[in-house]
């Protein structure tokens, strides 16, 4: 009698561990957010995870742009060794965006929401920096398709700059990239580009992202 009431708790404990876990699973997959594979000419794969909670306009724009195909053939330009790998100008054109700005969501320019910090492997936009004594919140919403991948913890960028990804597969393979050489420029001597990037939005209802004209030249 007393071993068949243990077997009954015993399978009613299981049950309810496996119910539980189902239920976590669940509430887990409605959760998970976008992921990004970038493939570069070089081979060098990389699975990135992107934030719309953190900066859902920003990832919005990557995901177009990347279902568009914008970014096939978009080079490697710019290389700053124990810091940055810069990439996302138009392949086989001499324009450096896609045409148009988007907000930039960070906290300096008044979107406190994304408190993602420039870690090694974090995905962030690139965009334009006062050069001639202009005021720094005038660039602030000049982002475009450009970003850049932080290969140390650049803390000076923090608030200033839209962070919306992290590398979460093959980052020691992308790092060699940053070691590449480079002149005088920044730009690395040996070709390098992206090949593809595919986005596989799981829950994530991806959104037009919302773009401002640039001003005319």
Known sequence: MKRSIVIRVAALILMTVMVAGMLTGCVMMGERKPIATILF??????????????????????????????????PVHRIVEYSIV???????SDASDAGYYIEGEFPNNGYVKNDM????????????????????????????????????NETTLNGDYAAFGKIIFGYDEFEKISKMD????????????????????????????????????
């Open 41 to 74: 000419s070089n081979g060098t794969e990389i699975t990135v995870r992107l934030y719309p909670n953190k900066a859902p306009n920003t990832v919005n724009n990557f995901i177009s742009l990347a279902n568009s195909g914008f970014y096939d053939g978009s």
């Open 86 to 92: 810069q990439m996302g100008k138009p392949a086989d």
């Open 117 to 152: 910090l420039h870690e090694k492997g974090v995905l962030s936009m690139a965009r334009t920096v006062s050069t001639d004594g202009s005021k720094a919140e005038d660039f602030y919403d000049t982002a475009s398709s450009q970003f850049f991948i932080c290969v140390d």
């Open 182 to 217: 480079v002149d005088a420029n920044k730009a690395p001597r040996d070709e390098i580009y992206i090949e593809s990037v595919t986005v596989e939005l799981h829950d994530y209802k991806a959104k037009e992202p919302k773009t401002i004209e640039k001003p005319a030249e």
